[in-house]
């Protein structure tokens, strides 16, 4: 059984708020808009209108996020039928898949990818509930048609077609479980989605949301690999959640403008490999020796303090949405063939001895277009002695991954 989880301001109405002082930044642009686009004056995000209001110096994931709308949209009401909805005439063309959609990171998730203007299909794929997940989205007049599928037998159907795949199916963290806690359900969870990705989508963007990350990215490679069909510059797991909850803190602690703080995240996705580099914070920032254990201790435990502070009700999902968001839009605008993405993920690595390793990317067409290596170079003696303790764990987790693959076949 498959069980599913998973400071900007913008205005809703006639127009939505965007950046109008958005430039080139080494990290993500999602979300936004660039104002020489001769297209943006037809879409607004959650509404189309005419005009656009441009009131405000934050984006919706802020100064980092500007996407190119590839075509204008006009709205076109069309009849429903009971698969499929759409209030709008999408002219944009990639297909999105969810699987896990009905969860707590996957609802979310389906509604801040459903406000990209890229997407002409936004697939929503889980074991129960997405039918209305998929109803209640459709409302929504923005691009994309949503279409639903529920269970196994439509699992395939799910994944035709389609350029990214998001996983944040699974089952969430509980207060006590440590992420290696989930690994025997999500394992099997992630192995059984991945099989169903490589029989029919292969060439997608695979972007690996399901904890514990540090293992299922490997169990992916290797499905993956079994079906001959592995392309590592396309499967990503997603971190950027490290990155957004740095980027806050770090502003919060020295009263900087969130929009402005930049900071890379390398290692891996869970306790002590999570490694932000405060070092090479963009502005720079000077940090006590107390701060600076505080903040990367904080950015370490965040999930953590999510859990808690929920007291059983749940894991970090709104969060994570978030961030997960920021990548497809991020993923997105790289098919598209914007030159200038930038985004933090957990890949298939030769940075450092360790096989599987989270840093700064720039994201192309293919997928990982280069590895942002100088961002390792010039380290402090804190995080140097930060990075060699955290490979032990990451290189065991990632072992732990390509073990349980090898001792269970994968499906013809």
Same mark, same amino acid.
């Given at each position: 059984?498959?069980?599913?989880?998973?400071?900007?301001?913008?205005?809703?109405?006639?127009?939505?708020?965007?950046?109008?002082?958005?430039?080139?930044?080494?990290?993500?642009?999602?979300?936004?808009?660039?104002?020489?686009?001769?297209?943006?004056?037809?879409?607004?995000?959650?509404?189309?209108?005419?005009?656009?209001?441009?009131?405000?110096?934050?984006?919706?994931?802020?100064?980092?996020?500007?996407?190119?709308?590839?075509?204008?949209?006009?709205?076109?009401?069309?009849?429903?039928?009971?698969?499929?909805?759409?209030?709008?005439?999408?002219?944009?063309?990639?297909?999105?898949?969810?699987?896990?959609?009905?969860?707590?990171?996957?609802?979310?998730?389906?509604?801040?990818?459903?406000?990209?203007?890229?997407?002409?299909?936004?697939?929503?794929?889980?074991?129960?509930?997405?039918?209305?997940?998929?109803?209640?989205?459709?409302?929504?007049? *923005?691009?994309?048609? =949503?279409?639903?599928?529920?269970?196994?037998?439509?699992?395939?159907?799910? &994944? +035709?077609?389609? @350029? #990214?795949?998001?996983?944040?199916?699974?089952?969430?963290?509980?207060?006590?479980?440590?992420?290696?806690?989930?690994?025997?359900?999500?394992?099997?969870?992630?192995?059984?989605?991945?099989?169903?990705?490589?029989?029919?989508?292969?060439?997608?963007?695979?972007?690996?949301?399901?904890?514990?990350?540090?293992?299922?990215?490997?169990?992916?490679?290797?499905?993956?690999?079994?079906?001959?069909?592995?392309?590592?510059?396309?499967?990503?797991?997603? *971190?950027?959640?490290? =990155?957004?909850?740095?980027?806050?803190?770090?502003?919060?602690?020295?009263? &900087? +403008?969130?929009? @402005? #703080?930049?900071?890379?995240?390398?290692?891996?996705?869970?306790?002590?490999?999570?490694?932000?580099?405060?070092?090479?914070?963009?502005?720079?920032?000077?940090?006590?020796?107390?701060?600076?254990?505080?903040?990367?201790?904080?950015?370490?435990?965040?999930?953590?303090?999510?859990?808690?502070?929920?007291?059983?009700?749940?894991?970090?999902?709104?969060?994570?949405?978030?961030?997960?968001?920021?990548?497809?839009?991020?993923?997105?605008?790289?098919?598209?063939?914007?030159?200038?993405?930038?985004?933090?993920?957990?890949?298939?690595?030769?940075?450092?001895?360790?096989?599987?390793?989270?840093?700064?990317?720039?994201?192309?067409?293919?997928?990982?277009?280069?590895?942002?290596?100088?961002?390792?170079?010039?380290?402090?003696?804190?995080?140097?002695?930060?990075?060699?303790?955290?490979?032990?764990?990451?290189?065991?987790?990632?072992?732990?991954?390509?073990?349980?693959?090898?001792?269970?076949?994968?499906?013809?």
């Amino acid at each position: 059984m498959m069980a599913t989880t998973s400071a900007n301001t913008f205005s809703v109405g006639s127009a939505i708020s965007f950046n109008p002082k958005a430039n080139a930044h080494p990290q993500s642009k999602a979300f936004g808009i660039k104002l020489n686009t001769p297209h943006f004056l037809s879409f607004s995000g959650l509404k189309a209108t005419s005009s656009i209001r441009c009131e405000s110096e934050s984006s919706f994931l802020g100064k980092e996020s500007s996407a190119v709308l590839r075509q204008s949209v006009k709205p076109n009401a069309l009849k429903q039928n009971q698969r499929s909805w759409s209030f709008l005439q999408p002219q944009a063309s990639y297909k999105v898949t969810i699987l896990g959609a009905a969860g707590g990171i996957g609802q979310p998730l389906a509604l801040l990818v459903k406000m990209s203007p890229l997407i002409s299909a936004l697939h929503l794929y889980d074991i129960a509930n997405v039918k209305g997940v998929a109803a209640d989205l459709s409302h929504c007049n *923005t691009p994309s048609q =949503v279409l639903d599928f529920t269970g196994a037998s439509e699992l395939a159907d799910s &994944l +035709k077609g389609v @350029d #990214v795949v998001v996983i944040p199916a699974g089952v969430p963290r509980k207060p006590g479980m440590t992420r290696d806690d989930l690994f025997n359900i999500n394992a099997s969870i992630v192995k059984t989605l991945i099989e169903a990705v490589a029989d029919n989508c292969p060439d997608a963007f695979i972007q690996i949301i399901s904890n514990p990350v540090n293992s299922t990215v490997p169990i992916a490679a290797e499905v993956l690999k079994q079906k001959g069909v592995y392309d590592p510059k396309k499967l990503f797991g997603v *971190t950027t959640l490290d =990155v957004v909850r740095a980027n806050t803190f770090v502003a919060q602690k020295k009263n &900087l +403008k969130l929009i @402005d #703080v930049d900071v890379p995240v390398v290692g891996g996705h869970a306790g002590i490999t999570i490694l932000p580099l405060l070092s090479k914070t963009k502005p720079s920032v000077s940090l006590s020796d107390e701060e600076l254990q505080e903040l990367t201790m904080r950015i370490q435990n965040a999930g953590t303090e999510v859990v808690e502070a929920k007291v059983g009700a749940g894991s970090a999902t709104l969060s994570m949405a978030y961030a997960a968001a920021r990548f497809v839009e991020s993923s997105l605008r790289a098919l598209d063939g914007d030159g200038d993405v930038y985004e933090c993920c957990y890949i298939q690595s030769e940075l450092t001895e360790i096989p599987f390793f989270a840093s700064r990317v720039k994201l192309g067409r293919k997928g990982v277009e280069a590895v942002i290596s100088s961002d390792l170079q010039g380290l402090t003696e804190y995080e140097e002695k930060a990075l060699g303790a955290l490979k032990p764990e990451l290189k065991a987790s990632i072992e732990k991954g390509i073990d349980f693959v090898h001792k269970q076949p994968v499906d013809a």
